[in-house]
């Protein structure tokens, strides 16, 4: 009941923190390292066989662009007419689709030489294969100016994301397809694509660490190359390397590229995430979190199970346990889901925050409750036993459970000497204050003394050592008593006598042997007490001391276990009634 209590409050708190505008924005951080994290820990899934090509305008595509023109070179940006020739052999080699991942918005530099933007929007206007254009989307739904002279461009949004990271994109930017979405129209392929941005599904970083790409990519210099009479075999462009593909055209050399980064790679070309988007729409595949319920539903069970993991064990150290495994286990789960062939996404911060949470209030509660019923046996184990034993006893309940074991101990009887006739002599009040007043004084000599009491008789004390907690020396604690109890009489002598008990004289008996303690009676009453033959001993001794005209006498077992601590003198062979 406590742990639901707990784990019900933090999961609300933690829940309700993660509104909160500092929070917020910790949580959310806290839920990018994990993502980024269970991503890096996913196997890399091979897509240079998938639906998708990219052809790459790389380092070594400039090189060649600057050696043609009989050694003029052309720089960056390139003649349209490049991208034309290219369009057309992509048509011919049967790409399902042609996207360009590159803004045409200015007319080209080469006006001058030839009509190069008509010329690229011939080439378009003429493949049978869709042509799908990068374009930036305004607020207003407008693409601004297009300077390829295209018939009717087909247009997709390229201003997708604007986070560091790149971990989701939007399908439709201010009213307009994305890029991706668009390339999935032109195919025919939009009927399910979703309208709200997702999680894109990473098949891997754009390189691993043995340097090979996760997409299959073609140098746009071997494919320019090969449109202008180069040998396709040399050029690595064969016709059915794009046959059914859809080829994704951008830059990947500096300064030709929008620099992004992915849960992957910290360096991850732009064209590369618009291929990733393009291949998720195209198998419904995405990322799926948990919604904001289902995230609650997980922080109330896993605060819940650390809440009870933290109540039910008594010991710390088992208590951090119960949260740590939980822990873990919560975050075996998430990896477990994200390794899926659909990934299942786990946000963890608010689930780990109110495990913290409910850590720290169960140990709170833990120690509340259990210090204040360590309080309460304390406060009663005192009333029998010292101060020492009692916090041995609260450390480990069980000592007072109800049953009973056979044990060495040391048993030891007190008596007053004449009180029949004592209580004769005075009133019933001033009895009771004096009787107060002597079984105060001797009782605290036992607990000094680290004894248990176990009962008073009248005016008797019935106490003893060696239980409920071990006490090896248990005689000579014992025997260091009776003496103690001599001289604490002594001392208290003047106020028994202004009591009304002048002259009064304490007996005791001692005997150390065999015999059964624990909490005898039933369930509930039960005294925490000995019995056997050994007792008995103590008792009788107690009554000899009358006898014999002495204070304290011990049985022969006891000054055997006190020989050499104490001056002792034998008395008599004694064999006692019973």
């Given amino acids: 009941m406590a742990g639901a209590v707990v784990a019900v409050i933090v999961t609300g708190l933690a829940v309700a923190a993660k509104h909160l505008p500092g929070v917020s924005i910790a949580v959310q951080e806290a839920d990018h390292v994990f993502y980024d994290t269970m991503y890096r820990m996913r196997p890399v899934t091979d897509r ?91 607020k207003d739904g407008s693409t601004g100016n297009f300077a390829p002279k295209v018939d009717a461009p087909w247009l997709g949004a390229v201003n997708v994301g604007h986070d560091d990271v790149f971990r989701a994109y939007t399908p439709v930017v201010f009213g307009k397809p994305s890029l991706a979405t668009a390339t999935l129209e032109a195919v025919g392929g939009a009927k399910d694509a979703p309208a709200q941005p997702f999680l894109l599904h990473y098949y891997g970083p754009h390189r ?38 859809i080829v994704v055209i951008g830059g990947l050399a500096a300064g030709t590229y929008d620099l992004k980064s992915s849960p992957l790679s910290a360096v991850y070309p732009g064209v590369e995430v618009q291929a990733t988007a393009i291949e998720n729409l195209l198998a419904g595949q995405r990322v799926h979190p948990l919604s904001a319920a289902q995230t609650a539903g997980v922080a109330l069970l896993a605060s819940l199970v650390a809440a009870i993991g933290v109540l039910i064990p008594s010991r710390v150290g088992l208590k951090l346990v119960g949260a740590i495994a939980t822990t873990i286990i919560l975050v075996c789960i998430a990896v477990a889901l994200f390794h899926g062939e659909t990934i299942r996404w786990v946000p963890l911060a608010v689930p780990m925050l109110a495990v913290l949470l409910a850590t720290g209030g169960a140990l709170a509660w833990s120690y509340v409750t259990e210090d204040r019923a360590r309080r309460v046996v304390l406060k009663a184990l005192s009333q029998y036993v010292s101060p020492t034993v009692a916090e041995q006893i609260a450390k480990d309940p069980s000592r007072l459970a ?72 248990h005689a000579v604690r014992a025997a260091r008593a009776a003496l103690g109890m001599k001289r604490r009489e002594e001392l208290i002598r003047p106020q028994l006598a202004k009591l009304g008990a002048t ?29 056997g033959d050994s007792v008995n001993l103590a008792s009788r001794l107690e009554g000899a001391n ?32 019973g």
């Fill in 48 to 138: 240079t066989d998938g639906p998708v090509a990219i052809v790459a305008v790389d380092q070594r595509s400039l090189d060649w662009a600057n050696a043609l023109n009989e050694g003029d070179g052309y720089g960056w940006p390139w003649p349209r007419t490049f991208w034309g020739d290219m369009v057309t052999y992509l048509d011919q080699a049967g790409a399902r689709a042609i996207v360009f991942d590159s803004l045409f918005v200015e007319k080209s530099v080469y006006r001058n030489e030839l009509d190069d933007d008509a010329s690229f929007g011939n080439a378009v206007n003429s493949v049978k294969t869709p042509v799908v254009f990068a374009a930036y989307v305004q």
């Fill in 402 to 473: 109800l049953g009973g074991e056979r044990r060495e101990m040391t048993v030891m009887f007190t008596d007053i000497q004449g009180f029949t006739n004592l209580t004769e002599t005075m009133d019933v009040e001033s009895l009771g204050n004096m009787l107060n007043f002597y079984l105060d004084e001797m009782s605290s000599v036992v607990l000094d003394h680290d004894g248990t009491l176990d009962k008073y008789i009248g005016d008797a004390i019935m106490s003893f050592w060696n239980a409920p907690v071990d006490q090896p020396d």
């Fill in 503 to 531: 002259g009064m004289l304490t007996r005791l008996g001692l005997n150390s042997g065999t015999m059964a303690v624990g909490n005898m009676g039933s369930t509930r009453k039960f005294n925490y007490t000995v019995l």
């Fill in 208 to 245: 691993t660490a043995a340097g090979k790409p996760t997409f299959h990519y073609v140098s746009a210099g071997n494919v320019v190359a090969t449109t202008l009479g180069e040998d396709p075999a040399r050029m690595q462009t064969q016709g059915d390397v794009f046959k059914g593909k």
């Fill in 546 to 577: 009358k006898f014999y005209g002495t204070q304290i006498l011990m049985a022969e077992t006891v000054a055997a276990l006190v020989r050499g601590q104490f001056a002792m003198r034998q008395i008599d062979v004694l064999r006692v009634k």
